[in-house]
């Protein structure tokens, strides 16, 4: 079987698409279920509280999740013209393959395909200009995630992970993707997501997933930590009111971890409001 590296590396460099965004940083994991989309809606919230002009782009369209977290799940977009627009909730503009498909169907479409309709939403969406865009990638190192790599102007990109040894095998084979040659995207750094419990009765904070090896950790990795996410069940979307976590929590230790997130992307990347 050919090295997946040796492919990265061979292939050519495409023109980029542009964006109408000032910084455009790509959300990624190695694996699904780690809570990537959770990071990247939670983030987008945290940095739209601060100000700044946010779109959220739903690059996952086997498993768009965004709108069902926003609590805009139902909502279908309206095109003027050839342009699609964008839903926005919470001071966020957002995009998704959940606005344009029935949430039970199955979406069966090969690389090219979906390859395909992330450009349009990159070329056929009024986002109009943003300070900053967030893009939620498929989870893995598929045609999707590879294909937007390749032709956006990144920069930046986060990795999410859970503590687990089998977890942060995957988070190596998506820095490689990150590095590969005629990529070369700068990783501004780990979240770790379910990183402890905290007891509700004596405030104890207990490690989800224990690591024996340091090797193994992830701070073995070699890049920072942007924050450690606590485990809170809390934090899916509430369906009595359809709030956000983030907009409706106003003191948690996950509250502070994702302000904390945002406010390390704020001085990364030099974030600055039109």
């Known amino acids: 079987m050919e090295d997946k590296s040796k492919l990265y590396n061979n292939m050519s460099l495409f023109n980029k698409i542009p964006v109408s965004a000032d910084k455009v940083i790509a959300v990624a994991s190695g694996k699904g279920g780690v809570g990537k989309s959770t990071v990247t809606v939670n983030l987008a919230l945290a940095l739209a509280a601060k100000g700044y002009k946010v779109g959220l782009m739903d690059a996952d369209i086997y498993g768009p999740n965004v709108p069902l977290m926003l609590g805009v799940e139902d909502i279908k977009v309206r095109a003027e013209g050839e342009f699609m627009i964008p839903i926005e909730k919470f001071g966020i503009q957002i995009m998704s393959v959940g606005f344009i498909t029935d949430r039970e169907k199955a979406l069966i479409w090969r690389g090219a395909l979906a390859n395909k309709l992330i450009e349009q939403f990159f070329r056929n969406v009024k986002w109009g200009e943003l300070d900053v865009m967030l893009i939620d990638l498929p989870p893995g190192t598929g045609d999707v995630p590879l294909s937007i790599l390749q032709k956006v102007e990144l920069d930046g990109g986060i990795i999410v992970t859970t503590p687990q040894e089998a977890s942060i095998a995957d988070v190596l084979k998506m820095i490689n993707m990150f590095k590969a040659d005629k ?78 997130l945002a406010t390390e992307i704020e001085k990364t990347v030099k974030l600055t409001k039109k």
Do not use: Q, W
């Open 183 to 260: 990529i070369e995207t700068e990783i501004i750094g780990i979240v770790e997501n379910m990183k402890y419990f905290v007891c509700p009765h004596c405030n104890e904070k207990t490690e989800m997933f224990p690591v024996s090896d340091p090797k193994n950790s992830t701070e073995g990795l070699g890049y920072k930590i942007l924050a450690e996410f606590p485990f809170d069940n809390g934090i899916g979307l509430k369906k009595d009111n359809e709030i956000p976590y983030y907009v409706d929590r106003k003191d948690t230790i996950l509250k502070k971890e994702i302000d904390k």
